[in-house]
């Protein structure tokens, strides 16, 4: 994880050179993305390559960041689920995203009619940050460990050991992973699949 958060030396306010390739290579909504940065630099926040897109932020802490995808760009609020929401443009990319919220975009004429209402957004999530607000997270122990997972670690001690030993943050991504089918055989492939790495002590993507 250290590697994806490398940091890159930045300007408040000002396009990090090393940054560019980003916008300067996108295939698609290449004119959307670089509206929403000048936006976003207007703002102030220090511009950064962060999991291999560009991310904002203020006195070291992540405030937005910029992704793309097939059907759309956005516009991503850390702690979303702490703003206002006035407008009411904010999204919940899934049920199980806890604090970030996005604002999606596919024309650039949207963003630029929204241009002062992101503005706004992003100095309240600043705000945000100053306060030291927090998002109130759902603790591991409340997410429901699909039945399939659940019948293995009762009857397998040792994984049921292993995965007791895991950090709260790869037994969620786990759970997340083997309940998101809706087929029970699909989900107990997941499961089989996985065990190996529960048993290694090892997390969903490492």
């Known amino acids: 994880m250290a590697k994806r958060n490398k940091k890159i030396h930045q300007t408040s306010g000002r396009m990090n050179p090393g940054v560019d390739f980003y916008f300067t290579k996108a295939k698609q909504w290449q004119e959307e993305i670089g509206k929403l940065r000048t936006i976003v630099l207007n703002c102030g926040l220090m511009e950064e390559l962060k999991w291999g897109v560009p991310c904002y932020t203020y006195q070291e802490s992540n405030i937005v960041l910029i992704h793309v995808f097939k059907g759309y760009c956005a516009l991503l609020f850390f702690k979303g ?3 206002k929401d006035t407008d009411g443009i904010l999204i ?3 049920k199980n995203v806890q604090a970030a919220r996005q604002v999606r975009f596919v024309t650039v004429r949207e963003i630029v009619e929204m241009k002062t209402t992101l503005k706004e957004y992003i100095h309240e999530a600043i705000e945000v940050e100053k306060a ?5 997270l759902k603790k591991t122990a409340e997410y429901i460990i699909p039945e399939e997972f659940q019948s ?3 009857v397998d001690p040792e994984v049921r050991t292993a995965f007791k ?4 943050g790869r037994q969620r991504a786990y759970i997340l992973y083997f309940s998101a089918p809706k087929q029970s055989k699909t989900r107990e492939s997941r499961i089989e699949k996985s065990l190996r790495k529960i048993l290694n002590g090892k997390g969903l993507d490492d």
């Open 81 to 83: 689920a702490l703003l």
């Open 152 to 154: 293995r670690l009762n």
């Open 132 to 136: 030291g607000l927090k998002v109130n």
């Open 165 to 168: 030993s895991l950090t709260p």
């Open 92 to 94: 919940q990319q899934t």
